[in-house]
């Protein structure tokens, strides 16, 4: 799994390329950590190339989005192909997390 | 106009115990935040100042000779509170005097001072000092003998007040009378209306206690489905049961979201009663969690939100009732906005419900 991080005005864009799996969540999760902290919490998730999230992925970014909304801003997930939107579908993150 | 000497010393001992003064409010401030948070009260405001030398010297032009020392002045330092319901000042009102110590001789309660036929400033002032038992800077001893001024009233209260100053006037008598009638005119209008929202307040507060109590004894259909019957009976975890056996399908973790966003989603369902939503999940928890396993099971998926069951819940009433795959994408429309996604996740949904004879 790539992640590229960069800064934009007042937001972070994230774009995600791969697997979110048992073999690089805690990559991922170090990779997010600066991004818990500091002002401008807005959070861009570009997930077009993203190509499958295991619970451990959910759970970063569930976190990701508690940290987010804790500090008043907002993160939106865009572009998810229909297999990676089935398992937010089916777990009931995309009651949690805005998915456009 | 030139001050004499005796009003000269007063200003002068100002100056010297100005950081005392801006001390002290701090000191007060803290404690009235403090003890509002601890009391679980809401305020409109809280608002503090240390008079500046300019009001100070206004103040002694105008009537040095009342006061020997500075600390005749009592309002030097002055804190008010602002609530949104006038019944709110007496519960305040109540907690400052087990704060601090208060000088009954020069508070006033201006809401009592008014005769029955006149309407004007109401406000409750005590003049009060912070006792060493809820404040003690060794350094600044002193601190703790001077006097401030706590200032309570409600928003309306406080809106009138404002009003009127900003007219330039500090009391009734300066008013020209043409314009008194119709200030005091106002001030009743702004009393009636105080009076009307606490009781309002009330009255909600005696419904919500009344539908909590018939919620809690289980006489589910004769309790209205409304905003507040919904969240009384979310308290007693409904879905409880459904969630744990649908986390158990992967021995999942439930997270727990919010279920009221589906109140507008149960109503427009033509659910008009408590009972209506326990039938709801009587009738259709087996298809509900059926469709949760076809979904779920070789997944590996750990972690669920506690709205899966409700949704599911849903999802099965509609097809029941023959809405199909528009009654599907209505409810994804009305939950997550009108997107790309919902078409898609309709159509699968109803594949999936139809492979285990849900419809």
Known sequence: MDIKITRQENKTMVVLNGRIDTSNAEQFQQDVAPLMEGENPDIDVDCTDMSYTSSQGLRIFLMLQKSVMARKGKMVMRNMNPQVKEVFDITGFSNIITIV | ?359
């Open chain 2, 1 to 359: 106009m030139k001050l004499d000497m005796h009003c000269e010393m007063i200003l002068e001992e100002y100056r010297e115990k100005l950081p005392v003064f801006k001390k002290l409010k701090t000191a007060v401030m803290d404690l009235v935040r403090h003890c509002l948070s601890e009391n679980n009260i809401i305020v409109a405001g809280v608002e503090s100042r240390v008079k500046t030398e300019k009001s100070l010297t206004g103040k002694l032009e105008l009537k040095g000779y009342k006061y020997r020392t500075l600390s005749d002045i009592t309002d030097i330092v002055g804190i008010r509170i602002v609530t949104f319901f006038s019944d709110d000042v007496d519960i305040i009102s109540a907690l400052a005097e087990q704060m601090f110590e208060i000088d009954w001789e020069n508070s006033v309660d201006k809401r009592k001072m008014l005769e029955i036929d006149r309407f004007g400033y109401m406000s409750l002032h005590y003049i009060c000092r912070v006792p060493k038992t809820k404040y003690n800077d060794p350094a600044m001893p002193e601190l703790n003998d001077i006097r401030f001024e706590l200032q309570m009233r409600s928003t309306l209260q406080h809106v009138w007040a404002n009003m009127y100053h900003d007219m330039g006037y500090k009391s009734d008598v300066e008013i020209p009378t043409e314009y008194q009638r119709n200030m005091s005119r106002l001030a009743g209008m702004l009393e009636l209306a105080d009076e009307q929202f606490s009781h309002i307040r009330k009255e909600i507060n005696a419904y919500r206690r009344n539908v909590q109590s018939l919620v809690a004894t289980g006489n589910f259909d004769e309790v209205p489905l409304n905003g507040d019957t919904y969240r009384s009976f979310l308290a007693l975890k409904p879905f409880k049961r459904l969630s744990e056996k649908i986390a158990a399908i992967n021995q999942a973790e439930i997270y727990e979201d919010s279920l009221m966003p589906y109140y507008n989603i149960l109503r427009s369902l033509n659910m008009k009663t408590i009972g209506d939503i326990v039938r709801l999940r009587n009738e259709n928890s087996d298809s509900a969690y059926q469709l949760a396993l076809i979904q779920l099971a070789g997944t590996g998926l750990d972690i669920l939100a506690n709205s899966v069951a409700l949704l599911n819940l849903c999802i099965v009433y509609i097809l029941k009732q023959g809405f199909g795959e528009a009654g599907l994408l209505h409810l994804f429309n009305a939950l997550y906005g009108e997107n790309d996604y919902n078409k898609d996740r309709a159509q699968r949904i109803y594949r999936q419900a139809k492979q285990i004879n849900i419809i």
